[in-house]
């Protein structure tokens, strides 16, 4: 079975605040993606990253960063000096190579306020 | 820009009026899939299409249905709205090929309310 798993309901920092947000997921599928979304109270999903089972590097982008480690399954998500506009709800996610194509299975999300 | 749309963003029918949503996409992508999204929980995927090919979850319900005329358009049909159907619904894209495949890139959603 897979499975994602995004234990923190919910997290509350002050701006310019680092926050990490956590992602542990199962699947037994040798070869598989991971992405992070965004959700901002607009509503629409933001596509941040995607990462596939064979590259466990760790990617920056900007205030972005993103720790891929297979030993521990998880997949994690920082933010630097963190702003107003990051609150948002991020999703995790899974795509493993056996199923349909429509099988990405979320977490249920954590929902990140930054207060100024 | 290469772009999902949604149409329209705010949608409200009453109890039992079919309503139609529609999604367009300028990505040229052959598969498009639709979610349903309640308040506080992550998207469900109800059904998608790669190319001409429907492929329906096992639970979605009998009253959803889907139409793509073309590789651009994708409608969603709901033909007897309930009270529970009230919800975002997103629509998505993805590439089945090449760089970036499989990767679901998602319109801004459609949210209905039902009276």
């Known amino acids: 079975a897979q499975k994602v798993t995004q234990a923190q309901t919910e997290i509350s920092v002050v701006e310019k605040e680092d926050v990490t947000l956590d992602c542990v997921y199962e699947t037994r599928d040798t070869t598989y993606y991971l992405f992070w979304y965004k959700q901002p109270p607009s509503g629409e999903l933001v596509f941040l990253i995607r990462r596939n089972s064979f590259d466990e590097q760790n990617e920056i982008s900007g205030r972005y960063s993103w720790n891929f480690q297979k030993s521990t399954s998880s997949f994690n998500f920082t933010i630097t000096a963190s702003q107003v506009v990051d609150s948002a709800v991020y999703f995790c996610a899974l795509k493993g190579e056996r199923g349909s194509q429509g099988n990405l299975i979320f977490g249920k999300g954590t929902k990140l306020s930054v207060k100024p | 820009d290469a772009m999902v749309i949604q149409n329209p963003r705010y949608q409200v029918t009453q109890f039992g009026k079919p309503v139609t949503l529609s999604c367009s996409q300028t990505l040229n992508h052959n598969v498009m899939y639709w979610y349903q999204q309640k308040s506080s929980q992550a998207p469900k995927l109800l059904f998608h299409?790669?190319?001409?090919?429907?492929?329906n979850e096992a639970d979605t319900p009998d009253n959803f249905q889907s139409r793509r005329p073309n590789t651009s358009f994708c409608f969603l049909d709901i033909r007897s709205p309930g009270l529970g159907d009230a919800a975002m619904y997103l629509c998505?894209?993805?590439?089945?090929?090449?760089?970036?495949?499989?990767?679901?890139?998602f319109g801004p959603g459609t949210r209905l309310t039902v009276l």
């Open positions: 299409y790669y190319d001409k090919d429907f492929n």
């Open positions: 998505a894209t993805s590439s089945a090929s090449g760089i970036g495949a499989d990767t679901q890139y």
